[in-house]
């Protein structure tokens, strides 16, 4: 039944990708609408809205999800509680195909609450006191953008509809109730905290839900309804939350020892950067880097995967080194990945992230943006070229010597295939999609290629500098991600304590012992006082019973 699932998922989405072109060719849009109910002037529908954003962006998903399947064949294998992790993939795939096809809020709630369910169960996976304190911070953090989804619904019910698609106007509540549900599902700044802490799932669920569907949920869902942002003064405050993002992920990264956590960083930056250019409008070239970006980033999350299974589950990168000889396949689709992630010029990420570079050199934007969003590109490459020279390039460590197994033929196959996809993605969709005239001078054209090539120095002093001599409070800084874990932890911790005194003292104490135990024991009472009775009603009306018996037989003789 898996099998089938995965070939279902792969030629659908290679059908979806051929019918997304279509679309796109020929300007086509089909919507189709069910009314269910009609409650006063309130209708209540369910909408499907298919154009080639929609058609493409479900492509991408099933093929990731086929490949992720296919890695996880093996990587599970073993695997106690194996059929329930399939069936959450599943559940977690029809929960965002749910979202993507319908604009209906309704569905986007089911699809959007799916979502964060879902990746809480996956999160808790490995039922650990740490995997568990990671799941409660990320469904915490997600129930804030579905109360946002459900005040928009109530916002939307004076409307008589909830389908966002028939609407052009700005409403101002509406957009920001939006962005707040985009910012916690995308772990923007200042809800960034649970995209690392996620980091305790399985890697297959990492590559799959924090890399490339969950994670640009709430991306998607402002691509969706841009007409929104057209005409609104949160941009502003969009552009500069999101270059915070991009700052603190790429700063934070160049300290972090944990690979899955440096390349949950990096998907934080990258989000970060999706969310700076649909502030300034720019919906096409954010839905390019979306696509390509969860292409290589769920490469690298696959990669890391293996190494982190082949080496007795450790993950700490201070204990690899050498393993270039052990993973020569792995390796060469890592590098072109994290290539690829950098904006190395003629790989897949080039294409976007360098014309994102040009549009902002060439917009109308202040010197201080320009600066961080060229610092953040800065710290992009000197944390990828650190991490590949302390994983692949370095000494061989004495923790190598505990390799003995060699490259999976299954997680091969996946890395492979997935690897020739986004190596063709980034030329292909950038004829497709790009119409933009880009006129700038020499200097500020070379520019992106000079900070890359200053990444790789920046990169190369970091992998060989001794961070232990560092003192206490900048490790703290920088260990909990600008003191957010902290601010977290303390808001959590007092309302989560106070509920559980109540919980003891309300719900296990007076509650159930005043009206359970307390019915109880009256129950029980009432009972034998009742049978006693019964009792003596039966030995008094059975000396009547013999008379009137005796009496009877009397009178027959």
């Known amino acids: 039944m898996l099998i089938m699932n995965i070939f279902f998922f792969f030629f659908f989405s290679l059908m979806m990708f051929f019918l997304s072109l279509i679309f796109l060719n020929y300007d086509l849009v089909i919507m189709m609408e069910w009314v269910l109910l009609n409650f006063n002037s309130v209708k209540m529908e369910f909408v499907i809205y298919l154009d080639w954003i929609s058609l493409m962006f479900l492509s991408l998903v099933l093929m990731i999800s086929s490949m992720v399947l296919i890695y996880s064949l093996e990587y599970m294998k073993g695997d106690i509680n194996i059929k329930r992790f399939f069936l959450l993939l599943m559940l977690f795939v029809i929960s965002m195909l749910l979202m993507i096809f319908s604009p209906n809020l309704m569905s986007i709630l089911l699809g959007w609450d799916g979502l964060g369910l879902i990746s809480y169960c996956l999160v808790i996976y490995y039922q650990s006191w740490m995997s568990y304190n990671s799941g409660m911070f990320t469904v915490l953090l997600n129930r804030i953008g579905d109360i946002m989804i459900l005040m928009m619904i109530s916002l939307m019910f004076m409307l008589g509809t909830w389908n966002l698609m028939l609407f052009d106007f700005n409403f101002f509540l509406v957009f920001l109730m939006m962005l707040l549900g985009a910012f916690t599902k995308s772990a923007q700044f200042p809800f960034s905290v649970w995209l690392p802490l996620a980091m305790a799932a399985p890697t297959p669920v990492s590559s799959l839900v924090h890399s490339s569907t969950l994670v640009t949920a709430g991306v998607y869902l402002l691509i969706r309804f841009n007409f929104l942002m057209m005409n609104n003064d949160l941009m502003n405050m969009m552009l500069f939350i999101s270059m915070i993002t991009m700052l603190m992920a790429g700063l934070m990264a160049n ?303």
């Open 255 to 557: 300290f972090e020892f944990d690979l899955k956590k440096i390349i949950a960083y990096s998907t934080l930056s990258q989000l970060g950067l999706m969310m700076m250019i649909l502030s300034i409008k720019m919906f096409n070239l954010g839905f390019f880097h979306l696509l390509i970006h969860a292409m290589f980033k769920s490469l690298l999350f696959m990669c890391s995967g293996i190494m982190i299974h082949s080496m007795c589950n450790n993950q700490d990168i201070r204990y690899m080194g050498g393993l270039i000889n052990y993973f020569p396949i792995v390796c060469m689709i890592f590098f072109i990945s994290f290539f690829s992630l950098c904006g190395f010029p003629f790989f897949s990420g080039f294409y976007s992230k360098d014309l994102i570079m040009e549009i902002f050199l060439m917009s109308k934007m202040n010197f201080f943006s320009v600066v961080m969003l060229m610092v953040a590109t800065l710290f992009t490459v000197s944390y990828s070229v650190r991490l590949m020279i302390l994983v692949y390039m370095n000494y061989m460590n004495k923790m190598n010597y505990m390799i003995l197994m060699n490259e999976d033929y299954l997680m091969s196959l996946s890395l492979i295939f997935l690897y020739f996809y986004s190596l063709m993605m980034g030329y292909c969709l950038i004829n497709l999609i790009n119409s933009l005239l880009i006129i700038l001078n020499l200097f500020e054209k070379m520019f992106v290629l000079q900070i890359c090539l200053l990444g790789i120095f920046m990169g190369w002093y970091f992998s060989v500098k001794n961070w232990i001599k560092l003192s206490i409070y900048m490790k703290f800084f920088f260990s909990s991600m600008w003191g957010l874990n902290i601010f977290y932890n303390k808001i959590s911790f007092y309302p989560l304590k106070f509920s559980m005194n109540l919980y003891k003292i309300v719900d296990k104490g007076m509650i159930e012992y005043l009206f359970v135990y307390g019915y109880k024991n009256s129950f029980l009472s009432e009972l034998i006082i009742f049978l006693k009775m019964m009792n003596n009603f039966v030995y008094n009306n059975m000396f009547y019973f013999f008379f009137l018996l005796i009496l009877f037989s009397y009178f027959l003789i």
